[in-house]
C-alpha cells in the first residue's frame, strides 16, 4: 500500500506543479483537480502545502507574479487540466 500512496502523492504533486505552470491559485488548483482528476481537495490542499514549505521562496515569488500575470478564460484553463489528466495517464501502466 506504501508503494501505491507514494505513487498517487507523488501523480498529486506533478498535477499541482503543471496547475502552477498554468498560474493557478491553491483554490483553483484543488477545484480543477477534483473536478477533472477526482482528487479530493483535502489531498491536494496536503500536498501543496508540504510544497509551499519545501520551496518558501519559490511560492513566495510564485504569489507575487500571480497578482501582476495574465489569466487564461475558464475554458482555456478546462482545455490545458484535461490535456494534462489525460497526459498523465499515458504514464501510467494501469491505463
Request: aromatic share 8%; net charge negative; with cysteine.
Given at each position: 500500500m506504501a508503494?501505491?500512496?507514494?505513487?498517487?502523492?507523488?501523480?498529486?504533486q506533478h498535477l499541482i506543479e503543471?496547475?502552477?505552470?498554468?498560474?493557478?491559485?491553491?483554490?483553483?488548483?484543488?477545484?480543477?483537480?477534483?473536478?477533472?482528476?477526482?482528487?479530493?481537495?483535502?489531498?491536494t490542499s496536503t500536498v501543496w502545502n508540504e510544497l509551499e514549505k519545501e520551496n518558501k521562496e519559490f511560492?513566495?515569488?510564485?504569489?507575487?507574479?500571480?497578482?501582476?500575470?495574465d489569466r487564461m478564460s475558464e475554458e482555456e484553463t478546462s482545455q490545458m487540466i484535461q490535456k494534462m489528466i489525460s497526459d498523465s495517464g499515458k504514464g501510467d501502466p494501469k491505463n
Open positions: 508503494d501505491s500512496s507514494s505513487s498517487y502523492m507523488h501523480m498529486v503543471k496547475c502552477l505552470i498554468f498560474h493557478m491559485t491553491k483554490e483553483e488548483c484543488m477545484d480543477a483537480l477534483s473536478k477533472h482528476a477526482d482528487i479530493k481537495p483535502i489531498i511560492f513566495e515569488a510564485y504569489a507575487q507574479s500571480h497578482n501582476n500575470s
